[in-house]
């Protein structure tokens, strides 16, 4: 059976291509997809959200504006690596995509679907952590209703943002310190992991290979975002970060994972934002996060080119 999945995001380059993915792939039931600030401001990340859908033939499935600023601090933005509109590279049309906006906001729409569905479903949260710590603060009833959260965010290592901290995890480390202490269960795809899955000239190639209005986008936003990673970290190509979550539910073989312990630090001077992950077991706290670490890159390549495929030239550029 597919997996019943909401996807929160905040598009962004790599939260696109965790939309196509999610709703090409037979193994994915894609239930709705709800926007957040993060990459860009919530008006601009909720409009991708709805260009990326109209593009590929997306359709049917509700989008839902949810927070638009952290549950405590100021509001960060990513504009250095997806551009003033989150989605630099491709030429989409002005005006409103054909995709409709549903009317409830994000709380409301998870809760109704949650409510709605007969299993629990996974959460896949790719941007900051607030929709998903609102709905568990208003909601806590539903926690029940949740098979679990595969997330993307952290890292075992260093961070992106600062030295210690990763973005998502820093655009709101109160949401991210609610969720991996919901008792939920939580997959945690950080640094360490997604950044072995990196788009490099031979993967482009292959999508540009597809010959589909589709894939020339897909193209249009790989060859953007590789110029950002480029100029801003050095990176020979960029890393698609957050499809590793949809990937994970395709297919576990593709990243193995291991049982620690993980925290947030919410105080620290350097290391606000930073995820403590216990590998060793030293603080004695219990392994309740799985944490993605080896990742099979040619076969979530494969994934990836297969979605664009499977989705082809069924939208538009709106």
């Not at 629990?120 to 009833?141: D, M, R, S």
């Not at 490099?200 to 975002?225: K, M, Q």
């Amino acid at each position: 059976m597919p997996v019943p999945v909401i996807l929160d995001c905040d598009p962004g380059h790599d939260d696109a291509f965790n939309i196509l993915l999610a709703a090409a792939h037979p193994a994915i039931d894609l239930l709705a997809i709800t926007t957040v600030a993060g990459n860009q401001t919530l008006e601009k990340t909720t409009l991708n959200a709805r260009r990326v859908c109209a593009a590929a033939g997306v359709r049917g499935v509700p989008i839902a504006a949810g927070r638009d600023r952290p549950l405590h601090g100021p509001r960060r933005i990513a504009e250095d690596i997806h551009g003033a509109s989150g989605l630099d590279g491709p030429g989409f049309a002005q005006g409103e995509p054909d995709v409709p906006l549903d009317p409830r906001d994000a709380v409301t729409l998870v809760r109704d679907v949650l409510l709605a569905r007969p299993e629990p479903v996974t959460l896949v949260p790719t941007g900051p952590l607030t929709n998903i710590a609102v709905l568990l603060l208003a909601h806590p009833e539903l926690a029940g209703r949740i098979e679990r959260i595969v997330l993307m965010g952290g890292s075992t290592d260093r961070g992106n943002t600062t030295p210690a901290a990763e973005f998502n995890i820093l655009c709101d480390p109160e949401a991210a310190d609610i969720v991996f202490r919901s008792g939920v269960p939580v997959t945690m795809f950080g640094l360490n992991a997604t950044h072995q899955a990196r788009a490099t000239p031979e993967v482009v190639a292959r999508i540009a290979e597809l010959g589909t209005p589709l894939s020339a986008l897909c193209v249009d936003l790989l060859t953007y975002f590789a110029t950002t990673y480029r100029e801003v970290f050095g990176f020979d190509a960029p890393p698609l970060h957050d499809p590793l979550t949809v990937a994970h539910l395709i297919d576990p073989s593709l990243v193995t994972v291991v049982r620690a312990a993980v925290a947030v630090e919410l105080n620290g001077t350097h290391t606000r934002g930073a995820t403590l992950v216990d590998l060793h077991g030293v603080t004695g706290r219990p392994a309740d996060v799985e944490v993605g670490m080896e990742v099979d890159t040619e076969g979530f390549w494969d994934l990836i080119v297969e979605a664009v495929r499977t989705l082809g030239g069924r939208g538009t550029t709106s």
